[in-house]
């Protein structure tokens, strides 16, 4: 999928006829599609949700209140907390910095932002443990019989500071995963405008951050916005980079997804399909505000159209 | 200041405010982290309530325990890691061992320090077969017929299905004289019905009797008897080989850790309240077999008389079954291609 169609809405056309199929083919396709959709994407779904209520509503509500499920509530929505806005200011500044400007290095840094898109989530955390962990770079420092700096050494054991198996390393692997999506979102949009608007705006005596919220700001808000709920979506949903780093700690460093594995295996399988369900219905609702935001997105483009 | 920079201001720190971490709860409180393998939740779930009733009987604290559980190897592998546990309780002592000489967060001799080589219950692997045992699985020989799908976890991550390995291999020992390359040759067309290796016990189980893949499951016997009891309607069966293994999950203080932490004491005490009465009658409940007399006698109905073998005596211990079975390499790797 590439970012710019979806956020790149073309000017309406009258309708035309545009296809000679005859109807048959249209509607045997149209029923192929939907026929597929409906076996691979809303069967499971569904069946998620029949799951959930397999033990009635009880105790689909006494799994949702466990106190184990709550904080994995908790983690999740801390770790997209503090994951989604970082994020969202890396994305706007990169982009901005890739789109607006010329220097060396632009491609390196493009190259970067897609690096976690590219290599396996899995990767991703055993690169922390490898550098935070107690056998990694950090750890060894910490553990080593002649540190450099022994005080550094002394506070950083003294403190406990835990990356690795702590909710740091979950918050860190979670920022990895989702780096890309704001960024990769607003690159192509910020790119095809152009830099007139901003130029004129120097012209004619504005600041750079007046340039920024007046200019730059109001026409990238939709590519932003979306950005921002997929940069979420991801962020919830994480399962294989948390997993590495968690340590899986009931209570304490299990994420949604780690806790809905845990259940299962647990043999509570109705219990996993009820958090699972949670979980879904959060996809949904990410669905829900993408379309409104594609909507909104879309009219946006009609009325300057038409003005 | 112009007004747009306060606004963004303003919401980068009613962000900031909102996704703050909560600040950690009062240091007073003792915390244990056990770090255990897969088929142990249950116990542990119950045994860590009576510890926690025991101690605030004796000493007026509180404690609050807990609980991380995996295959057992990257468990070890985890607390190697960083992994912050007070008490390890994993399904073989080479685990244990390995976090010993990996990390030196507790030291050589940890298995000397209980009694009973550290292992306060011991177990043993069985099959667990299909309502009705279609296959006609009674022992060992068995499972290498063709057509017959065996289910077993992956013995480089399960402490489990190591110890399912070495009992096979320990019967195609006896089965052939003392032969090595015989027993090989058992042990391959063993593992050539393995349709799929999970990491963990209880991945194996959930593969087996969730997902109904495979007619044997080679497991622990508790885990066995757990499936027997959480899915009674699909009429498993455990079936016992004539000859098994003496599998001693052991346990262990992490001393550094707890030294640290300052919960030596503590943790010492729920890992010697395992032996007492109280822990070894939940062990026996459990299904894992009790070391006491007393709690060994009253459950004597539930487990079936078996010969076993240990590490010991047939493969001269775990660091040297480790060494030519699962190391790089080594026997598995030899015998096992995917």
Avoid at chain 2, 209 to 238: C, M, P
Avoid at chain 2, 257 to 273: D, H, I, M, S
Avoid at chain 2, 295 to 311: D, G, N, P, S
Wanted: hydrophobic share 45%; glycine share 6%.
């Amino acid at each position: 999928m590439t970012p710019a169609a979806t956020t790149f809405h073309p000017p309406r056309e009258p309708r035309r006829q545009l296809n000679t199929e005859p109807v048959w083919v249209r509607r045997l396709l149209i029923s192929l599609a939907l026929s597929f959709l409906a076996f691979f994407l809303f069967l499971p779904l569904a069946f998620v949700f029949t799951q959930a209520f397999a033990k009635g509503i009880g105790f689909y509500f006494k799994s949702l209140t466990d106190p184990l499920t709550w904080s994995a509530i908790k983690l999740t929505l801390l770790a997209t907390g503090i994951a989604v806005p970082l994020n969202c200011v890396f994305g706007v500044a990169a982009a901005w910095a890739i789109a607006k400007f010329d220097f060396r290095g632009k491609n390196l840094l493009l190259t970067l932002i897609d690096l976690p898109f590219s290599i396996s989530p899995v990767i991703a955390g055993l690169i922390y443990v490898l550098v935070f962990g107690a056998q990694g770079w950090l750890g060894l420092y910490v553990n080593a019989e002649h540190p450099w700096f022994p005080w550094l050494a002394h506070w950083l054991d003294e403190q406990n500071f835990k990356v690795i198996f702590a909710v740091p390393g979950i918050v860190l692997a979670t920022i990895f995963v989702t780096v890309p999506f704001v960024a990769r979102e607003l690159i192509p949009l910020m790119q095809a405008q152009g830099r007139n608007e901003e130029e004129a705006a120097r012209v004619l005596g504005a600041s750079g951050w007046q340039t920024f919220f007046r200019v730059t700001l109001p026409n990238i808000k939709w590519a932003l916005i979306y950005g921002v709920i997929l940069c979420n979506a991801r962020a919830m949903g994480e399962f294989g980079a948390v997993s590495v780093v968690s340590g899986k700690i009931r209570g304490q460093t299990n994420t949604i997804p780690l806790h809905i594995e845990a259940l299962y295996d647990d043999y509570n399988f109705t219990g996993a399909f009820a958090v699972a369900s949670l979980l879904a219905f959060l996809a949904l609702i990410t669905l829900g505000l993408k379309t409104w935001v594609e909507y909104q997105n879309a009219r946006q483009d009609e009325t300057e159209i038409s003005s | 200041m112009n007004k747009p920079v306060q606004r963004f201001l303003t919401i980068c720190l009613v962000a900031l405010a909102v996704t703050a971490p909560p600040i950690a709860a009062s240091a007073k409180e003792i915390k244990l982290l056990n770090v255990s393998y897969d088929p142990t939740r249950e116990f542990y779930t119950e045994y860590n309530a009576a510890f926690i009733r025991y101690w605030k009987a004796k000493t007026g604290d509180e404690v609050s325990i807990s609980q991380s559980h995996g295959g057992s190897g990257k468990q070890a592998q985890s607390v190697v890691n960083g992994l912050e546990a007070d008490v390890v309780t994993l399904g073989l002592a080479f685990d244990i061992d390995a976090i010993a000489t990996q990390s030196r967060l507790l030291p050589a001799d940890w298995q000397k320090k209980l009694p009973n080589n550290s292992s306060p219950y011991t177990s043993t692997i069985v099959f667990l077969v299909r309502k009705g045992n279609p296959k006609g699985i009674k022992d060992w020989e068995d499972l290498v017929k063709t057509g017959v799908k065996v289910v077993v976890p992956n013995p480089k991550t399960s402490g489990g299905a190591r110890w399912a390995y070495l009992a096979a291999y320990a019967y195609a020992l006896g089965q052939n004289h003392q032969d090595d390359v015989a027993a090989k040759v058992f042990i391959k067309k063993l593992y050539q019905n393995v349709p799929v290796l999970d990491p963990g016990a209880r991945g194996a189980t959930v593969t087996f009797a969730q997902r109904e893949i495979g007619d044997v499951l080679l497991t622990w016997e508790n885990e066995a008897h757990l499936v027997l009891k959480e899915f009674n309607s699909a009429g498993y069966e455990i079936v016992t080989p004539h000859q098994s293994i003496l599998a001693e999950p052991p346990v262990a203080v992490v001393e550094r850790t707890t030294k640290r932490r300052g919960t030596t004491a503590v943790a010492q005490a729920y890992l010697e309240y395992l032996y007492s009465d109280e822990g070894q009658e939940l062990a026996g409940k459990h299904f894992y077999r009790p070391r006491n007399a007393k709690a060994a006698a009253k459950f004597a109905a539930q487990f079936t008389a078996v010969e076993l073998v240990t590490i010991d005596q047939v493969f001269g211990g775990w660091a040297k079954a480790q060494k030519t079975h699962f190391a790089d390499g080594g026997v598995f790797d030899q015998i096992y291609h995917p």
